[in-house]
């Protein structure tokens, strides 16, 4: 990924873990919060379009950022 880079460059090590911890924190509680079936379920009734929004989004970023690193 290029925002480290980006970090490292312009905060150094500190940057990168104050970006990184609060990121690994919410993976981790993230997956607690889905841990059964039922809450997974609930998440995808209640925001199903949200998430797919999200997805499409996810994958034109990193198909524009693929395509900006081909052509440097």
């Keep these: 990924m290029f925002l480290p ?3 490292i460059r312009d905060f150094g090590a500190g940057g990168v873990l104050a ?3 609060p990121n ?3 993976c981790t509680a993230f997956g607690y919060v889905l ?3 039922q809450r997974r379920e ?3 009734r ?3 379009p949200a998430l ?3 997805s499409m989004a996810a994958v034109a970023y990193n198909v ?3 395509g900006w690193l081909l052509n440097l």
């Design 35 to 37: 841990a059964n079936r």
């Design 64 to 66: 524009y950022f693929i």
């Design 5 to 7: 880079v980006i970090l």
């Design 42 to 44: 609930a998440l995808l």
């Design 46 to 48: 209640t925001h199903r």
């Design 52 to 54: 797919r929004w999200f």
């Design 24 to 26: 690994v924190i919410g």
């Design 19 to 21: 970006f990184a911890i």
